[in-house]
């Protein structure tokens, strides 16, 4: 996998070079092997990146933007300049930021033209546009303690320091631009109406209290030799794309951030120590997201933010240290694929996750089926050190992202769309996850895991695929008619919608099974979290789900008691003509359906499945 | 069966050595192009590709 591409030219002098991942590197970062020399490799390449969209957005700004926006453009940029010939580190420092990539992407992706006459207009709503650069230009002089003048944006009487923090002057009211000087002492922000001096301690680890400053939380953490430095920053205006809301963090909510961090690196540290040490490299930035009440946890990251991964407050540290990990091989991906292409053209088709109730699209297959790639090799290493106590847990997570994940790699593997290199990468992460299908699992762990497999992979079905209508007819005709099935097994394929999902009470209750014994009590306990038959699926009582679930379908059409009866089936008789029909369980479901539509005698559901299911013996 | 594009055909450039001053002399076409195969690793959009909710068990309640 070598370039034969022209190296590209600045002027007479400058050869560029392109990035380069050989077949070996491609290899190993598939396997999820990121070593310190692939780790600085990725991270240089974003930084490339991050300079690529800044002097993209010079050039729109110059050519698109308002005549105030061209000034205060000029006016960063030669900030930069001056503050690169002393102190080429801290402009560095601010390219690499996460925030400073999103902010250049929704400038290069016209998030923010349309905003300009707003903002013009006091709006405090409007996003930040092609201006905003000085905000990061007046961080780098402050860093460097460079005497400056810049005008900076305010929203809501709130300046923001993109990683320092915000100031809330008292112009609560205004939204506009205001002044930032610095003269070597002392740094003012000066609005219309006032004179707010900006806290120069703000610019040094430890900064000094002072009511209107709201400094980003910094986190060092320090764990057998191996340190993590971050930013905890729940203010920054860029780190809304997530499209979840940010955490507003208490005193009491940053010590529970610091107590979990810490816990969950020393768990890295200690079982994931390589992963670990790529983890420093690469994370700058947790950004905390809410929880919201009765919700799991959440986590995200997105590639116009490399750095940062924004996330809820986590179930426990082990959890933390889970999705640390999931994340952290997203933001490899994304750094993969800025280098090069790993599909060379994307369908519309959208694909079964097992990971996710929607359908998803090819390329999200492909960052989730990697991200989960990184949780397998996470829970075979816990399942090594666990205590007892924790051994059948982790061995069951172990079991089940090993077989979901190759069931998504292996959709992946079949696309012609995967380049050269992707195809590389996507191979060599099918032969990882295969060899950890041959370590041996107990029959329980297995057994779990299958049940939570199925259940996910029979609602999602159910919920999104609709069967050709006339293959349902032609069914319902011959069943009608007292004629043997023909191959329904060969239906059309179904189209898949996005919408209308299904209750994922019982498979929260049935991941809860093995992570979190407490809440599985409440999901059986507590009147109204589950219905009845569920609960009796759940305590092992099949013959009562059983009716229960039957009782539900011929009162109506009830896809969610389908699912359950299916699993319960599933699990009475693992046989061929069963798994033939976890592939078809909508054609039964919706044959159901258009029979009693009809108004003929309802047939129950295992009659119907014992009338298909004839046809393919 | 689509032919395969040969994998580096179009890779990042390095600009890491390049000043702040020396980026606004790049070619427009380089950049351009550069943009373009960033939008086609991302999808043009906000490029949220991880938004994880089911790896733990939720307190959801049934409804």
Known sequence: VESQHPQPALGQTVQLRRYRLTRNDLSALAAGNVSPRLAARLLSAELSKHELLFELVRRTASRRGSSADVARVKAATKMLEQIQTRKPKIIETIFTLPQFGAWAADCLLDRTSAAVSREEQGDSSAPFGFGYITAFAAVAALMARHPFELDVPMRSGIVTFPSLGQLHTEDADISGWVKVQFSGDQAMVISRSRTTAFPMAATSPSSSPDSRWVPVSRVNLAARGVTLSLALDAQDPFFDRFGLPLARLSEEDVLAWRKQLADAWKILVRTHRPKAKALAATLTSIVPLDHPSGECPISASSGWASGAIALSLQLDSLSLAETLTHEFHHLVLGAVEDIMPLYSYVDADLYYAPWRDDPRPFRELLQGAYAHLGVVAFWERQREIAKASDYGAAEIEFAYWRKVTLQAVETLNASDALTEAGLVFVSTMRARLASWRIEHVSDHAEAEAEEIIIEHYLRWRLTHLYPDPAAIEKLVRRWSAGLAAPDWFVTPAAVVKPDSLLSTARYGALKARHRDPALFRRYLQVRGKLPEADIAFLKGDYSKAVQGYLSRIRESHDLDAWVGLICVRYREAESDTMKALLKRAEVVASLHYRIREYGNSIPSPDELIEWLAASTE | ?63
């Open chain 2, 1 to 63: 069966m689509r032919e395969r594009r040969s994998a580096l055909e179009c890779s990042l450039v390095d600009l890491t050595q390049l000043s702040v001053r020396e980026l606004s002399k790049l070619d427009d076409e380089l950049l351009e192009d550069a943009l373009r195969r960033l939008l086609h690793a991302c999808g043009g959009g906000g490029r949220l590709w991880s938004l994880n909710i089911l790896s733990q068990p939720s307190d959801k309640p049934y409804s």
